[in-house]
């Protein structure tokens, strides 16, 4: 028996205060959705497709229906598919603190088994989303009875308020980087330009680097180091091609209204102004999985219902936000395993 084994009463007692602050959390934030109109629901696990982004993972299983013929079914790793037809069913606002699954992660923020606080709000632009994030950082800083968040050695104040910085302004404050020279007008990219900027930044570019490839590259080691020091980042207006779930920036068809909620370097949240047009959808679907097969050799299938459903979808904004990630920042746990009720061996 090791006493790094989670359920070992010594580590147990370790963890245990974390674990009363999670459960305290969860708790708050239930009521503050009550209190603002929403409501919890309880979405399956089990989904016709586990999402069509081209490196999302998901987990496979088997049904076996009563005739004895299996089908291949999937662990979502988001409830966002399964949300959006209640939307387009006719829901208002609804949220949903569900465990979600992803393959081929797993490391001190990564688990393949988490939490996920996922919400919709009809009728409202994306912006508020992002104010509803700090206040639930806010409210998680107040129940770990901190007044900032901590990941290593990097700190960030909940309180404070927010720096709200576009993806094309990020990248030449932090890499001297002019993304837009390498999108269309349409929202198309370049490979070339990007590619060049990339090399002259130290970064190895393989011949069959995407523009999306080399775009995270630079975000990752360029970007995200610097975002949510001090305080929060909401890292907005992603280009087009980066938001498969997002609806255009208006007035701009090379950005879309996506975002993203740093804290100590730590991405807590992502956001869209939803895209509820099912022939633009069902084509980046394609796209992603075509991209998936061409990396992994395997694609997951479209969620016909959804597509079916996204008509009947009014505009709308959602987010999904990392629980656990939330709960470790607040109580400046050092892994995520540390705020998890029973990590995987």
Request: with cysteine.
């Amino acid at each position: 028996m090791s006493n790094k084994s989670w359920w070992h009463p010594s580590r147990h007692a370790d963890r245990r205060p974390l674990l009363l602050a999670r459960a305290r959390m969860a708790t708050q934030l239930r009521l503050w959705f009550g209190e603002q109109d929403f409501l919890e629901i309880d979405p399956t696990a089990l989904a016709a497709s586990p999402g069509n982004e081209a490196h999302l993972h998901g987990f496979a299983t088997e049904a076996i229906g009563n005739d004895g013929e299996a089908q291949t079914l999937y662990l979502h790793t988001s409830p966002e598919f399964a949300m959006k037809k209640l939307l387009a069913a006719g829901e208002q606002r609804i949220f949903a603190l569900t465990h979600v699954w992803r393959n081929r992660e797993r490391g001190p923020r990564h688990h393949p088994e988490f939490t996920m606080l996922e919400w919709y709000r009809v009728g409202e632009p994306y912006t508020q989303l992002m104010a509803d994030c700090l206040h639930l950082m806010q409210m998680a800083a107040t129940i770990a009875g901190s007044r900032e968040f901590r990941w290593g050695e990097a700190l960030c104040n909940p309180f404070e308020p927010p720096e709200r910085l576009g993806v094309v302004e990020a990248l030449k404050r932090y890499a001297d980087i002019d993304l837009m020279t390498s999108i269309n007008a349409d929202g198309t990219t370049e490979v070339a330009p990007l590619a060049a900027r990339a090399r002259a930044k130290g970064l190895r570019v393989a011949p069959d680097d995407t523009w999306s490839d080399l775009l995270s590259a630079l975000l990752v080691t360029h970007v995200e180091p610097h975002l949510g020091m001090g305080r929060p980042t909401i890292l907005d207006r992603y280009p087009a091609s980066e938001a498969a779930l997002a609806r255009r920036l208006p007035g701009d068809a090379r950005l879309a209204e996506r975002f993203e909620l740093y804290a100590c370097g730590v991405e807590l949240a992502n956001g869209f102004g939803e895209l509820t047009d099912p022939v633009e959808q069902r084509k980046r679907f394609l796209a992603e999985m075509d991209e998936k097969e061409r990396v992994y050799g395997e694609r997951y299938p479209l969620d016909e219902d959804l597509l079916e459903a996204l008509p009947l979808m009014p505009p709308t904004s959602g987010v999904a936000l990392g629980f656990d990630r939330l709960v470790m920042l607040a109580t400046h746990a050092p892994r995520i395993d540390d705020v998890i009720w029973t990590p995987m061996a």
